[in-house]
C-alpha cells in the first residue's frame, strides 16, 4: 500500500563541496565550508534612496522573492550584515552617510551598487550628486539599468554569492585588500 | 479704496525719489529696482508704513547676469501684503567680485534661510547674517553653482545617452 504521504520530490539541494568523506566523518577545507555557508545566508542591509529601491521592494516581494537566496533578514542596520547594497542616487551630501554605514559594517562585508546612479551618478551629472560610490566605498557588483528589473537586483545578487563561495579565507588579511581599504582611507 | 501698484510707486517715490528706477508692471506685479544700500531702508519703510504694511516675505533669490558689468549679481525679494493681498518684487543689483547686500534677517526672520540659500547658489554676501553657511549644498563646495560661469554639457556626448539607460533606440 502507498504511503499516503507525498514527498516534495523537488527541493534544490546545495552540492556538497569537494572534500574526503569516509565511515562517520567528513573532511573538507575551512574556505569552503564557511563560503557554502555564507553565500547562502547573505544577510543584506538595503540602502535605498530612489527609484532603484522601489524596483528592490519587488525583488523582495512574493513574485522575485530574495529570500529563496538565504537572504531572508533584511536590516537596516549594520550589525550582522554582511551585504550593503546601495540602491538608488547618492548626493554628495549622503556620501559620508553611505561610508558611515559601510565602515559600521563587520567585516567580511560586501557591496553592490544597483542602478545607474550608485554606479556611476547616472543621469544625475550635476554637482550635487556623487558621481558613483566607489567613490567612497570600495565596490564588489555594479548592477546597469535605469532602474534595474528584479532580475537584474537578483543576478547582481547571485555574482555576489559566486564572490561570496569563492573567496579565499585570507583575502581579507592580504597585502592587495589592504591597499585597496587604504586607497578608501579605510583603516 | 485698496491698495494699487500706482499708490504704492507713489509713495516708495516721494520717500525714496532716485533711489528706486526701473518701475514696470510685468503680469500686473509691481516690480523696481533699489540702490545697493538702500535696500533695507526701503524695505523697513515698506514693513511700517501704516498703508503699505508688507511684512510678509514670500522669497528672496539672485539671479546672475553675466553681461552685466558690475551688477552682475540681482537679488530679487519677493514681499506680501497680507491685508491687501497684494505683492512686490524688489530688485538689488551687487557685483559680482563684491557680493555685500544688507541682510534683512532683522526685519523678517524667514530671510535667514532664504539668505543661506542664495548664498548657498550664488554666492551673494549678506553682510550681518547670523550664520551664513551653507544650507542644501555640502560645506566642502569651493564654488556656487548657479552661477553662469561653468561650460554648457557637450551635445555630442553619447556616454549618458538614453541607450546607455536601456531605454529608447530600439523597438
Known amino acids: 500500500m502507498a504511503r499516503p504521504v507525498q514527498y516534495n520530490t523537488n527541493v534544490k539541494m546545495v552540492e556538497i563541496p569537494e572534500g574526503y568523506s569516509g565511515e562517520g566523518f567528513y573532511a573538507t577545507s575551512f574556505d569552503k565550508a564557511i563560503g557554502l555557508a555564507r553565500k547562502n545566508s547573505i544577510w543584506p542591509l538595503p540602502f535605498a534612496t530612489s527609484c532603484c529601491g522601489i524596483e528592490f521592494m519587488a525583488t523582495m516581494a512574493a513574485t522575485y522573492d530574495l529570500a529563496r537566496f538565504g537572504a531572508e533578514r533584511m536590516a537596516f542596520t549594520p550589525r550582522q550584515c554582511d551585504l550593503l547594497m546601495v540602491m538608488g542616487t547618492i548626493s554628495k551630501k549622503m556620501g559620508p552617510i553611505v561610508r558611515q554605514v559601510y565602515l559600521q559594517m563587520a567585516e567580511p562585508r560586501w557591496v553592490m551598487a544597483v542602478g545607474a546612479c550608485a554606479c556611476s551618478g547616472g543621469i544625475f551629472d550635476t554637482y550635487s550628486v556623487l558621481q558613483g560610490i566607489d567613490q567612497v566605498i570600495p565596490v564588489d557588483v555594479y548592477v546597469p539599468g535605469c532602474p534595474p528589473r528584479p532580475e537584474g537586483i537578483i543576478d547582481g545578487f547571485m555574482k555576489i554569492q559566486q564572490l561570496v563561495g569563492n573567496e579565499s579565507l585570507r583575502r581579507r588579511n592580504s597585502d592587495r585588500y589592504k591597499e585597496l581599504m587604504e586607497s578608501y582611507g579605510i583603516k | ?171
Open chain 2, 1 to 171: 479704496m485698496s491698495l494699487t501698484n500706482e499708490r504704492i510707486q507713489q509713495r516708495l517715490t516721494e520717500k525714496f525719489g532716485d533711489v528706486l528706477t526701473g518701475f514696470e508692471e510685468p503680469f500686473g506685479m509691481l516690480t523696481f529696482t533699489a540702490q545697493k544700500d538702500y535696500n533695507l531702508k526701503v524695505m523697513q519703510f515698506l514693513f511700517d508704513d501704516e498703508e503699505l504694511r508688507f511684512r510678509f516675505l514670500t522669497d528672496i533669490t539672485a539671479v546672475h547676469y553675466p553681461e552685466r558689468k558690475g551688477e552682475e549679481l540681482c537679488v530679487v525679494y519677493h514681499l506680501h501684503n497680507f491685508v491687501d493681498n497684494v505683492r512686490l518684487r524688489l530688485k538689488v543689483y551687487t557685483p559680482v567680485a563684491a557680493p555685500k547686500v544688507f541682510t534683512a534677517t532683522s526685519l523678517y526672520e524667514s530671510a535667514n534661510w532664504m539668505e543661506r540659500e542664495t548664498y548657498d547658489f550664488f554666492g551673494v554676501d549678506f553682510v550681518g547674517h547670523p550664520n551664513l553657511i551653507r544650507v542644501l549644498n555640502v560645506d566642502e563646495m569651493t564654488y556656487f553653482p548657479m552661477r553662469k560661469e561653468f561650460p554648457l554639457e557637450d551635445p555630442m556626448r553619447t556616454d549618458k545617452d538614453d541607450e546607455m539607460f536601456g531605454r529608447g533606440g530600439h523597438f
